[in-house]
Each structure stands twice: as C-alpha cells, then as structure tokens.
C-alpha cells in the first residue's frame, strides 16, 4: 500500500525562486479522465484563486481541443511539445478509471521526460482502503511507479479541499517539489497503445483488497 503524504516542505515562494531560475514561466497540467470533468474544474478554480499561482500558466488539454481522429503519434507530440513541455507540476487526478486511459499515461510519461513535478490526488470516485489510502490497482501504473521511488507525491482530495483555507493545498504543492528528485523518475514502462478495459470495483475489507476482474 503506497504512503500517503502531507507535509510541510520549503517554503513556497524559495522553491518558486528556484523553478523560475530555470523555466521562463510556471505552468501546471492536470491529467484526468474525462468523468471527472467537474473535480478539474473545482481544483483549477481552487488553485488559481491562490494569489502565488494566478500568474502561472494552465497547459491542461481542453475537451474537444485533440481531435481524436488523429494518429497516436501525433497526438503525443501535440501533448508533449503544446502542453507538458513547459510544466512545473503535473497533478494527476485520480477516479476510477483514470488508470485506464491512454491521454492520461502519455500525458505522465511526457511530463517525467522533462523533468515536471508530479502530485496524484484521490478522488472520491476511487476506491480505498479503510484507512483512506488508495487501492493500489486503481492508480495509473506510471504514476504508482513513480510515487514507490519517492519522485511524486500521493494526497487526498477532502483533505486538500478547504474552501475556507489554502494551507494545505500550497503545502502539497510544496512536498510534491521537494520529493521531484530526477534521480528517482521511474518512466522505463512501455506508454498504453489503447484504453483498458475497467475492472470491477475491489470488495475492500481491513486493509486487504481482492480484485474480482472483468472477463
């Protein structure tokens, strides 16, 4: 089972400093699978009403911006060059069937390749453990890969969520900077040809979870 994190890291505006010295603006990409439309939009609202980001650039790909008719190849270039090339945190938003999907594991895979910060956060939608972590088989594998080593960061989404605060939120935003050590990218999987089939949902009792597979 993958530990959960919500620390306090560097302060933010040090770490931003450091980000800004390198790239010559800020962006954040939020990969998700298109049910979960309505959390995007929730967190984006959230993020950019945070005075420190309302200056930063949203690369996220728009519905209907990709034409899906368009060959694999050219769609991953489309992301990777248009949208992730420049992004400081990719944060991946994590229902229940965000691991089955293509967009989502490219998009993780072209944001390791330059080096982006990565954060997965756990939508209701997903199904848990009783202590609230994530059950492991519902993350996207790159990302799963990603937070074991250390690279990327795993949180909660009631507990970043706070209308009446932000603390949290910058927090994550700082310990998910602080862990992108690129010594620990994991980005060695062969990238998804096609969607994968959703599983049933995962009876969960006392930590332990059986899987009971579509056929």
């Not at 306090?8 to 010559?24: E, H, M, P």
């Not at 420190?52 to 992301?79: C, H, R, T």
């Not at 594991?105 to 453990?129: F, N, Q």
């Amino acid at each position: 089972m993958l530990r959960l994190g919500l620390d306090t890291g560097l302060n933010i505006d040090q770490w931003l400093a450091k980000r800004l010295a390198l790239r010559k603006y800020d962006q954040l990409f939020v990969s998700y699978h298109h049910l979960d439309h309505a959390f995007r939009k929730q967190f984006e609202q959230q993020v950019f009403a945070i005075e420190i980001f309302q200056s930063w650039v949203n690369g996220s790909v728009e519905d209907g911006e990709i034409n899906p008719k368009l060959s694999d190849l050219y769609i991953k270039q489309i992301i990777r060059d248009d949208h992730v090339t420049n992004t400081t945190i990719l944060i991946v938003l994590i229902g229940a069937e965000t691991y089955c999907r293509k967009h989502v594991d490219w998009e993780i895979a072209g944001g390791l390749a330059v080096k982006s910060a990565l954060m997965g956060i756990v939508l209701p939608t997903c199904p848990r453990y009783d202590d609230g972590a994530p059950v492991d088989d519902y993350l996207p594998p790159r990302l799963r890969d990603n937070v074991q080593s250390g690279y990327a960061r795993l949180f909660i989404w009631e507990a970043l969520m706070h209308r009446d605060t932000h603390e949290e939120l910058i927090n994550a935003f700082n310990e998910t900077a602080v862990s992108a050590k690129p010594r620990n990218i994991r980005n060695g999987r062969k990238e998804y040809k096609r969607n994968r089939a959703a599983q049933s949902r995962l009876t969960v009792n006392c930590g332990r979870a059986d899987a009971h597979h579509k056929r």
